[in-house]
């Protein structure tokens, strides 16, 4: 296959561990047409800017070509993560008693873990001009999408600050800070100088601006938008926001288990209508963007991790890869092998099917 006309967006969504591993399948298959190297946007939630932090990392903060993903990065990434856990480095950093001060907002140890573990120790302005990143949070004051990209941070309502000195490790813990699992991380606004501007004002008319709040809890992205679309498509219109981009959202996020079957003193009763909520508003963003690509199929593509692969009703990859567990522990060889090759071969389904790129 040759390279599109097209260059890439890619949206790769939040779910953990399994996210992680399900979009490098995706990836693999990108690398293996040679299309890596038309990637041009990327917006990350949760596991998926876990992913790409770390492959900019090994990669020195820059985007792999194609050979060296498949020569280097698949590999490198697969022995990393199945060798050491996100999960139990952030445990660990509780050795030490000057992060016990943590405890209740989590996100900070994971992110002691991404510096001290995982070497993880750039700056927002280190990461490469292209692709464009967005890795995304949620602010909890305002319940809207905290972006962090190369140049800045912050959101509408509230405003933008340079991104300078803001580490990565800190913006890749805040996409991952799932409520009940990590926790937020704590940003003070005042450590920072802030500039707001109307939708239809230039970007250079920003004035100074002081936030609402004089700190902020940040949330992982998928609180929001765990599919990561919004920088890349308007829901509302659908219509994408960048013209002439193939948009590919890579979508691990776990179906809503069926059944019921807790008691009425059962405290995850709330979990679960809170899973419902978070089920419905997900399901409303891939129905618009389905919608969409039916009406321009040759604009973007949807990959589902609960996409069958075989000609089984009941495929055994999607059952395995869509019912993983949404964690950040280490990885056996061979699951880490099952949940890429489903990414890979939902990736092929669909370009064999529906004509990816």
Partial sequence: MTAPQKPIALALSGGGIRAMVFHLGVLRHLAERGLLESVE???TVSGGSLLVGLLLQQNGMRWPTSERFLSYSLPALREALCARSLQWGAVRQ?????NWRFLLSRANLLALTLRHEWRVTATLSDLPE???WSINGTTAESG???RFKRSDIGEYTLGYASAARFPLASALAVSAAFPGGFGPLSLETGRYEWRKREWDVPVEAAEPTSPAFHRLHLYDGGVYDNMGLEPFFDAGRQIPKQEGCFLICSDAG???APGFDMGPLNAFRLKRVADIMSDQSRSLRVRTLVHYLQQAPSSGAYLSINTPVSSNNNCPSAQFASSFPTTLRRLR????DKLAAHGAAVAERVRTEFGLL
Avoid: Q, W, Y
Avoid at 94 to 98: G, I, K, M, R, T
Avoid at 333 to 336: G, N, R, T
């Fill in 41 to 43: 946007r990327i917006s």
């Fill in 94 to 98: 509780l050795v030490s008693p000057l």
């Fill in 130 to 132: 292209l692709p464009e």
């Fill in 144 to 146: 809207k999408r905290f």
């Fill in 333 to 336: 060889s061979d699951e880490f």
């Fill in 254 to 256: 776990a179906p809503l």
